[in-house]
């Protein structure tokens, strides 16, 4: 059965079977990299986990928020690496969950004011929350360093994974809309794409799948650099369920 197939009779049983599939690549590559972890080595002090969503699974949700990667925010309270179902979607969106099941934070007070003032601040139980990278460190400076070692020395390109795995979750779950938490997120994204996203009052906008819009901002540490201008943004959608914003495709480079 094709893919297009199975989506037009998606039920939470597919979505779950696909997801399944879906984690267990991403469980083969996380349990090769453990299992080369020696304590008191670089890359084990620099890695301090894996996840995959911070949200409920959904097919077709309102939106997909996309970020860098998983800071270590668990480690650093638990003292854990490692959990049984750490790649299983949550119980809950992240965003709305702070604040009441554990203590709230900027990024996530930041984007519930921003949807706060637009048509679609019921859109966030509805919505999915996962990164570009799945593994945990402590800063974007100590992921870099830690896939450099990965490479080096187990032969493991996580970024081409990465492109690989942020385009399959993208399929199974095909959001209406992506925001991109942060420039590098978008740029990431666009490139991964080969569009150019369009930039205005720190906000960029383009799309891919010649159907999915995105959206990203610039950020200044966990705030929405320009908060005002996102929201503009995400009100202008008010029609992009059903009109795309068109992209211009980036050059091809010849190799």
Known sequence: MSTNTIHQCMSKTDINALYGEFKDEV??????????LVSGTREEDLYKGTMILYSELFYKPDFLFVGINPGAGYYNTSGKKFRDDELEAEDGFEYLLAGEDYPDYRSAEQTRTAFARTKYKGSLSKSVKTNLFYTSTSSLKAMRELFGILDNKFNI???????NWTKKLIGIIEPKVIICEGKVVANTLAEYYEVEPQ??????TFQIEGKIQVLGYKRLFSNIRNINGFVEALNNLQDAFTTPIQSSPLPRVAR
């Open 27 to 36: 469980a083969e590559t996380r349990d090769y990299v453990r299992k080369n």
């Open 157 to 163: 390109d996580y970024y081409a994974k990465s492109l």
């Open 199 to 204: 930039w205005n009052q720190e906000t960029a």
